[in-house]
């Protein structure tokens, strides 16, 4: 059974940062397209970024320069450092994985989702 855990969500300040850790189990990650992706309220859930199996990366414009996606396979875990939170990065974030190495940022064609973790940034 795959499953997929978040972590580190939580409230900042403007300008403030946070990491956002997903452990990953019951499927071969190593070889897996992973990304997050986050959902504010009354919004469609968007793609944030997401990294290949070989450690290439792509992001959403809003996020280029603040966030950084990585991946330590050893340990099954995918990482989402984000600097320089602004008030509109509130939301939901969620780790998700793909069941092949192709990589996207399209929610729609990852297979697996975690429970995900709030991010408030307040102004």
């Known amino acids: 059974q795959v499953q997929l855990v978040e972590s580190g969500g939580g409230s900042v300040q403007s300008g403030g940062s946070l990491r956002l850790s997903c452990a990953a189990s019951?499927?071969?990650?190593?070889?897996?397209?992973m990304g997050w992706f986050r959902q504010a309220p009354g919004k469609e859930r968007e793609g944030v970024a997401a990294?290949?199996?070989?450690?290439?990366?792509s992001y959403a414009d809003s996020v280029k320069g603040r966030f950084t996606i990585s991946r330590d396979n050893a340990k099954n875990t995918l990482y989402l450092q984000m600097n320089s939170l602004k008030p509109e990065d509130t939301a939901m974030y969620y780790c998700?994985?793909?069941?092949?190495?192709?990589?996207?940022?399209?929610?729609?064609?990852?297979?697996?989702w975690g429970q995900g973790t709030q991010v408030t940034v307040s102004s």
């Open positions: 019951g499927y071969t990650y190593n070889n897996n397209c």
């Open positions: 990294i290949a199996s070989h450690g290439s990366t």
């Open positions: 998700a994985a793909r069941s092949v190495s192709i990589c996207s940022m399209w929610s729609a064609v990852f297979d697996y």
